[in-house]
Nanobody, 117 residues
Framework: VQLVESGGGLVEPGGSLRLSCVAS????????MSWYRQAPGKERELVAA????????NYADSVKGRFTISRDSAKNTVYLQMNNLKPDDTAVYYC???????????WGQGTQVTVSS
C-alpha cells in the first residue's frame, strides 16, 4: 500500500501549485481522500476532503475559494490545486485515504510547500 505525493516546491506569494497523490495497493474507489498540512510548531490540520464517490467536498475556511480538491479514479490519483498561495500556506502537505466504511486509514509521506518571496 502506498500513497505518494508530488508537486510541492517553492513558490512566490500569489502563485499556484498542483499537488498529486497517487494511490496503489488498495481499492481507490472505496476510499475518501483528503489533504492535510503541518507547519513547523503546529498541529496537523485538514485542508480539503473528498468522499469516495467524489460528490462531497469540504475545505478548511482558510483555503476556501483558493484550493480545489479533485480525484481521478482512472488514475488512482487525488489532486489539490492551490491558487493565490500565501506565506501561511507554507507546510508539509500530506495525503490521506480512509475507507468509506471501516475508516481504515493510510497516509503518504508528505511534500513540502514553501510560499516565500
Amino acid at each position: 500500500v502506498q500513497l505518494v505525493e508530488s508537486g510541492g516546491g517553492l513558490v512566490e506569494p500569489g502563485g499556484s501549485l498542483r499537488l498529486s497523490c497517487v494511490a496503489s495497493g488498495f481499492t481507490f474507489s472505496s476510499y475518501g481522500m483528503s489533504w492535510y498540512r503541518q507547519a513547523p510548531g503546529k498541529e496537523r490540520e485538514l485542508v480539503a476532503a473528498i468522499n469516495s464517490n467524489g460528490d462531497k467536498i469540504n475545505y478548511a475556511d482558510s483555503v476556501k475559494g483558493r484550493f480545489t480538491i479533485s480525484r481521478d479514479s482512472a488514475k488512482n490519483t487525488v489532486y489539490l490545486q492551490m491558487n493565490n498561495l500565501k506565506p501561511d500556506d507554507t507546510a508539509v502537505y500530506y495525503c490521506k485515504g480512509s475507507h468509506y466504511f471501516t475508516l481504515y486509514t493510510y497516509w503518504g509521506q508528505g511534500t513540502q510547500v514553501t510560499v516565500s518571496s
